[in-house]
C-alpha cells in the first residue's frame, strides 16, 4: 500500500509540474520543444535514479515510477507528432520524431552513466 500511495502522490506532482513547465517554455512556431525538453530530462532523470537506486523502495518507486512516469508524456509526443504530419510538417515532424528517440537514449545512456561512475 505503501508504494501504491508513493506512486500516487509523486504522480501527482510530476503531472503538475509537467504542466507548469509546459506553461514557462514557449514552443517555437509549430515545434513542441516543451514536452522535447521535458521528456529529454526525465530520460535523464530516469535513468541516473534506476541506475543509483537498484533497490525499488516506495520512495524509489514514487520517484521514479510517480513522478517522473506522470512528467515525461509519450501520449503528448504521439500527438504531436501526428499533428504535425497532418499539416505537412514532415520536416519538423521526422526532426521531433529522432530528437525524441535518439536524445532520449542519448539522455538515458548519460544518466546511467554518471550513476556508474564513468564521467570522472
Same mark, same amino acid.
Given at each position: ?17 509537467? %504542466? ?75 526532426? %521531433? ?24
Amino acid at each position: 500500500m505503501k508504494t501504491i500511495l508513493a506512486i500516487g502522490i509523486g504522480g501527482f506532482f510530476g503531472a503538475v509540474s509537467r %504542466y507548469s513547465i509546459s506553461l514557462l517554455i514557449t514552443n517555437t512556431g509549430s515545434f513542441p520543444i516543451a514536452t522535447l525538453s521535458i521528456n529529454l530530462v526525465g530520460c535523464f532523470c530516469l535513468a541516473w535514479l534506476f541506475t543509483t537506486f537498484a533497490n525499488r523502495t516506495p520512495l524509489v518507486l514514487g520517484i521514479g515510477t510517480g513522478f517522473l512516469g506522470a512528467f515525461t508524456t509519450f501520449s503528448t509526443f504521439s500527438v504531436e507528432t501526428l499533428l504535425l504530419l497532418e499539416n505537412n510538417e514532415w520536416v519538423k515532424a521526422i526532426s %521531433y520524431s529522432l530528437m525524441s528517440v535518439m536524445g532520449g537514449l542519448f539522455c538515458a545512456m548519460l544518466g546511467t552513466w554518471l550513476a556508474r561512475g564513468r564521467m570522472k
